[in-house]
């Protein structure tokens, strides 16, 4: 399983002046769950599109388990960071094109050169574990629901079974059911050992799932820390036009009420550490 | 009669077999906030869409401040009433932020010299003043958003109807329209109706509708309907806060009063109940 490493990484778009991403040293272990947290334009999403060889470095080296890519690699050893890594973009949904959720899901492995057998099984397992009913394969995907389109797109990306997933904004625009659902999936694909770079706003995804978080700002990597460390620090988070999570600042708002109280991260932490006190149950 | 009426409205979509609203009726108070809650494919979108005119109901009538909403009306209800749609990068025309306010001004027939004044006094009103000469795409979600807005209040409607306006914004610019629509209810006679899944944006509404199985499921002040947090798990939508920590508590057996808590509420709440 690969751990990814970027090494004095730079990059910058064609007529633009200031660099895109500037010195970038990075590692994240193999297995992690990594949010990437930043405003509009910070560089989140250049930094995961090195690491999924869209784009090539000016500067430094980008590892992902044995391959290994810098400024004189060609296309084909970039296209070879793609073995390991899945990417799904931001409304991936908007990607969608064949005339049935089974030809849609099935284009990806198709074009790693699987055999017919091998593609079938994979996307069967790629609708099981996005939890879409098989019934749905010889559907039309624009007939389906925004939550579910967003399901199939994401399991067009499942179905290539990457070691490494990227998700930029996966839950934007879904309602509070289907995001639930889409994070429990997200959280479970984890859970089975793959690493996960989630670009998020939602501080709350962050807190809940992440194990490391990278705050990017104008190209440059603040700091990478943990969720407990970044959100206990409202400096840092205010100079990066980051938000607290509710639970967060309300168990701040407690705690300079005079009440003793642990930071927590989640509504639930909270209410584990409150209901003791008021006559509940631990 | 005063407000937004709908009565007896029935609707169904070409080639769908079922009505996606059947015999509905709902009052929209004049100078009030209107949130519409429920689940995706509930109807909500398209209460917001027979409202503008934009879909023509089967059955029933509806009237804004009086007016029946019909063909031979709808530049007249345009004048006095606006959408802002979910996606910011549909809803530009012109290469300039002004450019895109005068052009809608052009569609209601406004004489261009009265423009000016005009699209000076909208964009002061969201804060982009600074920003008149900029090109739409050089705006973030939220900016583009405020000029949908500055472009509605040109025309000094009555009525703002956004469509889930906020839902594709990041948290800054989500932030930034809710700001401008809660300081606007404040300075403008406005009837704002909301379509939205963001639990603060519902919790700054005078009014909610709760919109499901064709009809209207419940309606309330934001404390009655929010402090029914089964009703909004089972429409999809989100739980406020304060209220998502009432329930662990709740579950976790203690005892806490069945209404709704804003955030600060539940922490006056724990505060009384620990210190």
Known sequence: MPEIKLTDVSFSYLNRKEPALAKLNLTIPDGSFTAIVGHTGSGKSTLVSLIDGLIKPAAGTITVGTTSVGTDSKKTELAKLRQHVGFVFQFPEQQLFAETVEKDIAFGPENLGWSEEKVKAAVHNALVQVGLNAELASRSPFMLSGGQMRRVAIAGVLAMQPEVLILDEPTAGLDAQSTAQLMDLVDHLHRDGRTILLITHQMEQVARFADQVVVMNHGRLMVDTTPEKLFSDSRLLAANHLDQPAAVRMSQQLQEKGIDLPLTLTIKQLSEQLAPRLGGKE | ?275
């Open chain 2, 1 to 275: 009669m005063d407000g937004i009426n709908l009565k007896n409205i029935s609707y169904t979509y070409p080639g769908s077999k079922a009505p996606v609203l059947a015999n509905l009726n709902l009052q929209v108070p004049r100078n009030k906030w209107t949130t519409i809650i429920g689940h995706n494919g509930s109807g909500k979108s398209t209460i917001a869409r027979l409202i503008d005119g934009l879909l023509v109901p089967d059955e029933g009538e509806i009237t804004v401040n009086g007016m029946t909403v019909t063909e031979e009306n709808l530049a007249k209800l345009h004048r006095q009433l606006g959408i802002v749609f979910q996606n910011p990068d549909n809803q530009f025309v012109g290469a300039t932020v002004a450019d895109d306010i005068a052009f809608g001004l052009e569609n209601h027939q406004v004489p261009r010299e009265q423009m000016q004044p005009l699209i000076d006094d909208a964009l002061k009103k969201v804060g982009m003043s600074d920003l008149a000469a900029a090109e739409p795409t050089m705006l973030s979600g939220g900016q583009k958003q405020r000029v949908a807005i500055a472009g509605i209040l040109a025309l000094h409607p009555q009525t703002i109807i956004l469509d889930e306006a906020t839902s594709m914004l990041d948290p800054e610019g989500r932030k930034m329209v809710l700001d401008l629509l809660a300081s606007l209810r404040q300075t403008e006679e406005l009837t704002i109706v909301s379509i939205t899944h963001d639990p603060v944006e519902m919790s700054m509404a005078d009014k909610l509708v709760v919109v499901d199985h064709q009809g209207i499921a419940e309606e309330g002040t934001v404390d009655q309907v929010l402090k029914q947090t089964d009703l909004l798990r089972k429409l999809g939508v989100g739980i406020p806060v304060g209220q998502e920590l009432r329930d662990y508590l709740v579950n976790a057996g203690v005892e806490v009063p069945n209404r709704y808590y804003s955030i600060n509420e539940m922490v006056e709440w724990l505060c009384q109940k620990l210190s």
